[in-house]
């Protein structure tokens, strides 16, 4: 329904938005908001988008739908006062240790409060301090700082489809917790951090391992190695204020040599041998007609929901490493003998837009003789942190580049942070023709593009191959559903758990709004046009692996899971 | 406790349900019917089944005072302390009940699992106060002494059924 209605006497068309806070926000007034996300269901818990219509009458935003000839005022006396007993009321419950908070700079409450003046609070808590859940790998609750704003939780059940978090009790005692309050570590969680993603508070954050950095980077017995990820590179410039999809892979690397890392490389380097290994291991069951379709398993959240919710499917899942294990696996075998011979220790520390890969190199299948292949993983915006601790301005670091070998990466090695890219790649190694028109027609197959769940068929050898490429794990319980119902069928399937793919991992600056994923993944597909490889077959440092390093120990690549020892 | 003898009648019920989310609480409650309250794997279990999440499920359990995540005692005795029940003296049974029983405020179930004491607010019988219910039964003008009694006498009853 298309109209115009009147927003603090200015006069604002509306036309498909589903609500006036919508339409109050394209008049370019920030109206407040804690439970409000264009991409989850409305709320309406938080209260702070309350308008006034011309008979004195107060509604939330977010709930009321536009009307032609409607008049709303944003900001009179009576809204103020509202806003304020509001947020004061939320606050009296709020530990607010804002200074030692994850949270702090960047928290919703602490802007809000600011921007009401909120300075003096006149009720005290009710609720007694609970105890902070540090089980994950990946995230961190603090239930004192819980807001009961409900994003958490309607991210995770509506986008990922799992349900880890939901309300609890009642009346004051209510509060957002797991499934019989176990630790999020005993659930299933699959870490994607989504959650953390979208928390106005320091309720759910990324675990913060900057630390373990420092104290290798300090440390003269360590060869640090560091490994970029693809989707950093293209939102990492956000948290210094540069355009999202901008590519700062040169500066990464400057600010990486200035806090003091050894070696500096490629995550899309070991994606390159992610899809040759994939590709391989695709067409050999597509010959023997076996476990198909074959889902990509490089994303250790998707990985981990197979186990927990579809573990018939893992003998689909390919044993591919994913990027990461390999390069980790990788590098420590290079140094290996090395190392010994110098007295020295490699470690290798992943840069990464995701907070399920601190839980991955966690796993205790990544670890050879105890030595675990990723010794930590820190996250865009934890690298950011790291580099304003330095004190390096990011912004006039003059670019340099990655470190040799292991620092060249095929333009497919790079896409693998968008959602379509790992499909993309594979498809790319798998087809027979070579030539730029063949590459292009792959790009407009379907497997780009940002819906949720996308097909695409390609002609490998006379042989019509199905790929489906789904993002957000609520998409891909869809398609398996549709699957297991034998209602489609599909040879290769891509799943990421992030809406966006990697690029829109928990572990990016945030907000992360569709526009600005949409920015970063083209960000990535510029890196691929203009690099000179774009297959990861015709990466030369690919090539000197499998005769070299690899040719007797291709197992680095692979992870063996329980049903096929 | 016989997993297989739980999952049958879990399905008996959600089968006579259709598995439909609206019907949860229906569920919930000829769950706890049967087991006297609501065990943590037939939440899962339920929650599997009708695929609604088990944070959801546990929300909804904890929701509603009427649900025990707890254990309850084969005979649940609920004794009314609403305003009639009250000034007709509803506190020194309960007070009897507790102390021939071994219980007291936190302690509501006896470790062999036969009685569970707990209050209610009213139990909408004010004529016959004061009123207890053992597993809904209704017994009216209660004394502490017929009170202790009625516990005697179930006691005997379980003996004798050994």
């Known amino acids: ?565 | 406790m016989n997993t297989t003898i739980i999952y049958g009648k879990v399905d008996q019920i959600l089968n006579r349900y259709g598995n439909k989310k609206s019907a949860l609480i229906a569920v919930l409650q000829e769950v706890q019917k049967e087991y006297h309250y609501l065990p943590q794997e037939v939440l899962s279990y339920i929650g599997d089944k009708m695929g609604i999440s088990r944070a959801r499920i546990f929300g909804v359990a904890t929701f509603y005072e009427n649900f025990s995540l707890e254990p309850k005692g084969k005979y649940v005795i609920k004794i009314c302390d609403g305003t009639a029940c009250h000034v007709k003296k509803s506190i020194p049974i309960l007070n009897a009940l507790r102390k021939e029983l071994g219980l007291n405020e936190n302690k509501r179930t006896t470790d062999d699992m036969m009685f569970t004491v707990e209050t209610v607010s009213c139990l909408g019988a004010c004529g016959l106060a004061p009123v207890i219910t053992i597993n809904d039964k209704v017994y009216p003008k209660m004394t502490p002494e017929a009170a202790i009694r009625l516990v005697k006498e179930i006691r005997e009853a379980n003996r004798l059924e050994d």
């Open chain 1, 1 to 565: 329904m298309a109209g115009t209605m009147i927003i603090d006497g200015q006069r604002v068309g509306f036309d498909k938005e589903k609500n006036i806070l919508d339409v109050i926000r394209k008049a370019g007034i920030d109206l407040p908001t804690f439970c409000y996300h264009s991409e989850l269901s409305i709320y309406g818990a938080c209260r702070m988008c309350m308008v006034e219509d011309e008979r004195g009458r107060t509604m939330a935003a977010c709930s009321t739908p536009p009307r032609d000839g409607m008049i709303v005022k944003t900001n009179t006396p009576k809204l103020q006062k509202y806003r304020r007993m509001v947020l004061e009321l939320i606050l009296s419950n709020h530990d607010r240790d804002c200074t030692v908070c994850e949270k702090n700079g960047r928290c919703k409450l602490q802007e809000l409060a600011a921007r009401f003046s909120i300075k003096n609070i006149r009720f005290g808590p009710l609720c007694k301090q609970l105890p902070v859940d540090e089980s994950s790998a990946s995230i961190v609750r603090n239930p004192n700082k819980c807001i009961m704003c409900g994003d958490c939780v309607r991210m995770c059940e509506e986008v990922q489809g799992i349900g880890v978090l939901g309300f609890a009790y009642r009346g004051s005692k209510i509060k957002v917790t797991t499934a019989f309050e176990r630790p999020i570590a005993e659930v299933e969680c699959v870490n994607c951090g989504q959650c953390a993603a979208v928390c106005p508070t320091g309720a759910l954050v990324v675990k913060n391992e900057t630390s373990k950095v420092w104290d290798v980077l300090n440390d003269k017995n360590k060869r640090v190695v560091a490994q970029i990820a693809p989707a950093v590179r293209v939102a990492l410039g956000e948290e210094f204020g540069l355009k999202p999809g901008e590519i700062v892979t040169g500066k990464i690397v400057a600010a990486l040599r200035k806090l003091g890392f050894d070696e500096i490389y490629d995550t899309g380097m070991a994606a390159d041998l992610t899809v040759m290994e994939e590709s391989r291991e695709f067409m050999g069951k597509l010959e023997k007609e076996e476990n198909l379709p074959l889902f990509t398993s490089c994303c250790p959240a998707w990985v981990k929901h197979v186990e927990d919710k579809y573990p018939q499917l893992l003998k689909n899942l390919s044993t591919c490493k994913s990027p990461q294990q390999i390069f980790g696996a990788l590098i420590k075998e290079h140094y290996k003998k090395i190392d010994e011979a110098q007295g020295k220790e490699t470690v290798v520390v992943s840069v990464m837009p995701c907070t399920a890969k601190k839980y991955e190199a966690a796993r205790p299948e990544y670890r050879n003789n105890g030595i675990p292949d990723v010794d930590v993983v820190i996250t865009t915006q934890e690298l950011a942190l790291m580099i304003k601790q330095a004190g390096i301005v990011f912004n006039e670091l003059e670019p340099e580049s990655l470190d040799m070998p292991f620092g060249l990466a095929s333009g497919a090695g790079l896409i693998f942070g968008v959602t379509g890219g790992v499909a993309e790649a594979v498809i790319r190694r798998c087809l027979k023709e070579k030539n730029p028109g063949a590459l292009k027609e792959i790009s407009f197959s379907g497997v780009r593009g940002m819906e949720g769940i996308k097909e695409a068929a390609i002609n490998i050898d006379g042989r019509e191959i199905k790929v489906a490429v789904v993002h957000g794990l609520g998409n891909a319980s869809k398609l398996i559903s549709s699957i297991l119902a034998g209602e489609k069928r599909y040879d290769f399937v891509e799943v990421m758990a992030c809406p966006g793919g990697c690029i829109g991992g928990a572990g990016q600056p945030i907000p992360q709004s569709s526009l600005v994923k949409m920015q970063r993944a083209k960000g990535l597909y510029d890196v691929d046009r203009s690099s000179q490889i774009k297959r990861s077959e015709e990466n030369p440092i690919i090539m000197a692996l499998y005769s070299g390093l690899l040719s007797e120990k291709r197992y680095l690549l692979h992870r063996y899971l329980h049903h096929q020892k």
